[in-house]
């Protein structure tokens, strides 16, 4: 499976756009990337997926590079809520890919 | 709204009881998956089931098994707790469709074995 690199934390003042990078040099053509996030004591909430294409909605922008080897999650305006790990996933093994391994995320901290 | 839903948000135990983790979903999803979380080891996959009575072995399966009998539910068994499996247990499902793997997590039971 292909494996990820994020930065163990980001802090972010409120308001401002948080911009979380991840590294995924070893993904291979038919992989996906995925953000999820996981606030303090609750369970991961899926943001977004691409494949090669920029994607949009209404959590959030994901920026794929060109060669696929990093994406950058966009949160446009940060607010508290969003204070938590956000994780950043490529695939999955098993049957078909059908389970998602997470790694140990980035803590992003959001001040006012 | 969609739910997956654990049947305990906390749980205690002793050492070398059998414990049962209920998850139910009600999104007719095919793929169901059992996590744990622990401080500075991030989640871990512990088994994946991707139809009824089907199973498939995570990252650390040792001193679990699971059951899948009914498409919504998905059971996780300690055979013997021990103080190691302390921890916080995370039930996720998804559709199989290739490319659109959108788990939706159940709010995690937080287990202790004492």
């Known amino acids: 499976d292909a494996k990820t690199t994020q930065p163990t934390s980001m802090d972010c003042a409120e308001g401002r756009a948080a911009n979380l990078p991840c590294n995924h040099s070893t993904i291979s053509g038919n992989e996906y990337v995925y953000w999820y996030r996981q606030i303090h004591s609750q369970g991961p909430q899926y943001i977004i997926h691409?494949?090669?294409n920029n994607e949009t909605n209404e959590m959030a922008s994901l920026i794929i590079t060109e060669d696929r080897k990093s994406s950058t999650l966009i949160l446009p305006h940060a607010t508290l809520r969003d204070t938590a790990v956000y994780y950043c996933i490529v695939r999955g093994r098993g049957q078909a890919g059908t389970a998602l391994i997470f790694g140990k995320g980035t803590t992003l901290s959001v001040s006012s | 709204d969609v739910k997956v839903t654990q049947s305990s948000r906390y749980l205690v135990k002793r050492t070398g009881e059998k414990v049962f983790l209920e998850c139910v979903q009600d999104?007719?999803?095919?793929?169901m998956f059992w996590y744990r979380q622990d401080p500075g080891l991030g989640l871990r996959l512990i088994y994946f089931s991707y139809d009824v009575k089907m199973k498939e072995k995570g990252d650390i399966p040792e001193g679990y098994s699971v059951s899948r009998e009914k498409k919504e539910r998905f059971s996780l068994i300690l055979e013997s707790a021990s103080t190691n499996q302390t921890s916080m247990y995370l039930c996720a499902s998804s559709f199989k469709q290739t490319g659109n793997y959108g788990y939706t997590f159940g709010s995690g039971t937080r287990l202790t074995v004492v």
């Open positions: 999104m007719d999803h095919e793929n």
């Open positions: 691409g494949l090669k």
